[in-house]
């Protein structure tokens, strides 16, 4: 069996880098779900998003779980299949997270968190434009 390492080496990096980033946050999300639904519910306190962080929370962890899952599906059949087809979904479903992410620092006036954002956000969009 030949593994597509080297044909892929920026791709598989920046998938293990996703993989990393969702599955870690996602976890983290299950596994103290209050602690992180309280540090939400007053970092939000102050904005329009207020009433609805306990489901916002709750979509957030769904597409950082799916992101994981799809990156760690698309690093496997780029290895093993050379196929990019999860690779591009798991991109993309990683820009759309970070966007939603994005957007809730906005709204909640933490430009410092948003600027934070970004930084994982660019590495997101190289790996789409890559694969695209």
């Not at 920026?10 to 980033?21: A, D, S, Y």
């Not at 934070?116 to 789409?128: D, N, Q, R």
């Amino acid at each position: 069996m030949h593994l597509h390492f080297y044909e892929n080496a920026t791709e598989t990096v920046l998938l293990v880098f996703l993989i990393i980033v969702f599955l870690q946050s996602g976890l983290d999300k299950i596994l103290d779900w209050k602690g992180n639904l309280s540090w939400l519910k007053d970092h939000f306190s102050k904005s329009i998003l207020k009433s609805g962080v306990p489901m916002l929370l709750f979509v957030i962890t769904l597409f950082e779980l799916a992101t994981a899952l799809l990156s760690v599906a698309g690093l496997l059949h780029l290895l093993l299949h050379d196929d990019k087809t999860f690779v591009f979904y798991g991109a993309l479903m990683a820009c759309f997270s970070l966007l939603m992410l994005l957007f809730g620092q906005r709204v909640a006036k933490d430009y410092d968190g948003a600027r934070t954002v970004v930084i994982y956000l660019v590495p997101a969009v190289i790996l789409l434009f890559l694969v695209q």
